[in-house]
């Protein structure tokens, strides 16, 4: 198996030229660099360690230094396109495909968490990476993960803009590089093993900072969300699509609290994540998932229990400010700018069909993995 380094003869020895060939110069110390004649009585002693231990340290140490400028250097491998095409086979005109890693690198992700509308889906993606996908990444594109991954998390120390999210995919990225250094073997990652290590005390670090963030008291002389109307302040709590954000409201204020426990509030949450669940067209199914969901005459239900107990069965309905779309007419997938699409009728990408608008289709985080497996 060849040894990739400076030298691909043996990186770390020296070679002279003889009238036979090039021979490598053994050196056992430092001290020999000049003396090339070794005393033998030197050699056959018992305190010969030392002149081992400085060759092997210089070359241990020059080596970690290499392997630490290679992990904290923050070039992205990126190209920051606005489009990409997606490429699933080989053709006359076009050979090899396109892979998950390539798009996280083409991708401009950097610039995308920076957006509201686009933060949670990227930190959604990139959990479902996490789980699955991380032993499929290059090592370019594995670097840029975790470069984007620290860039996400700086911006919740910063704007402490939903916490939940990255605590979330924090743990699950923890508990696959566990699993995958641990039980599977390290030889499923791309790397030297310190780095892995490194990076899995990055982790921790992380998680450590977000545990012990602090969001300061703002401090407002106007109108305030108390201030507002009962029916304005319940229609607010209405919009809200998620659980967990309904009960850490509840938890500001009593009045919060009791708009919180609304039954009517969680009737529409259920109806909004599982209303259009698909059933199987079988009688027994479908009074399972009318049970399921509370469809009685008498509508006696407790609809916030109801709410987590078809969590448990049933996928909730994913949704987003903005999201990769892609073009089934040309094979491309790209992020769309609402703005210049708007204004300057462009789509994102070079299209040629008749009807752009016809062929675009938003990509969902699970969709974006199941667009990469051939």
């Given at each position: 198996m060849p040894f990739l380094g400076k030298d691909w003869r043996s990186p770390g020895w020296s070679w002279t030229k003889t009238d036979h060939g090039w021979k490598?110069?053994?050196?056992?110390?430092?001290?020999?660099?000049?003396?090339?004649?070794?005393?033998?009585?030197?050699?056959?002693?018992d305190n010969n360690e030392n002149l081992f231990?400085?060759?092997v340290c210089e070359l241990a140490n020059t080596k970690?230094?290499?392997?630490?400028?290679?992990?904290?250097?923050?070039s992205q491998f990126v190209f920051r396109d606005k489009w990409i095409y997606v490429q699933k086979g080989s053709t006359k005109e076009r050979h090899g495909y396109c892979t998950i890693g390539e798009a996280l690198n083409r991708l401009d992700f950097s610039s995308a968490i920076?957006?509201?509308?686009?933060f949670n889906y990227v930190a959604k993606l990139f959990q479902l990476i996490a789980r699955s996908q991380l032993t499929s990444l290059s090592g370019a594109a594995q670097k840029n993960y975790f470069n984007i991954l620290e860039k996400i998390v700086r911006k919740v120390l910063e704007d402490h803009y939903n916490p939940r999210l990255v605590k979330e995919l924090l743990q699950d990225l923890s508990s696959t590089l566990h699993s995958l250094t641990i039980h599977v073997g390290r030889c499923v990652l791309v790397g030297n093993v310190n780095i892995w290590l490194c990076r899995l005390e990055t982790i921790v670090k992380w998680q450590q900072e977000l545990n012990n963030m602090q969001i300061p008291k703002q401090m407002y002389t106007g109108l305030s969300f108390n201030d507002l109307p009962l029916?304005?302040?319940?229609?607010?709590?209405?919009?809200?699509?998620?659980?967990?954000?309904i009960i850490n409201?509840?938890?500001?204020?009593?009045?919060?609290?009791?708009?919180?426990?609304?039954?009517?509030?969680?009737?529409?949450?259920c109806q909004f994540h599982f209303s259009d669940k698909p059933?199987?067209?079988?009688?027994?199914?479908?009074?399972?998932?009318?049970?399921?969901?509370?469809?009685?005459?008498?509508?006696?239900v407790d609809w916030k229990l109801m709410y987590f107990t078809l969590q448990k069965h049933y996928p909730m309905k994913?949704?987003?400010?903005?999201?990769?779309?892609?073009?089934?007419?040309c094979s491309i997938l790209f992020w769309k700018d609402r703005h210049v699409a708007l204004f300057l009728k462009d789509f994102g990408h070079p299209c040629t069909a008749n009807d752009p608008d016809s062929c675009l289709m938003p990509i969902s985080p699970q969709h974006f993995i199941d667009l990469f497996k051939f």
């Open positions: 490598r110069i053994v050196f056992f110390g430092h001290e020999l660099e000049n003396n090339k004649e070794i005393d033998l009585e030197e050699l056959c002693s231990f400085g060759e970690r230094k290499k392997e630490l400028y290679n992990n904290n250097t923050k920076q957006d509201l509308r686009r029916y304005m302040q319940n229609k607010i709590l209405c919009k809200l699509s998620d659980a967990c954000d409201l509840g938890q500001a204020t009593p009045t919060l609290h009791v708009l919180s426990e609304n039954r009517t509030l969680w009737k529409k949450l059933v199987r067209k079988t009688s027994t199914a479908h009074t399972q998932f009318c049970r399921n969901l509370g469809l009685t005459r008498a509508d006696n994913e949704q987003y400010g903005d999201t990769l779309h892609f073009c089934k007419h």
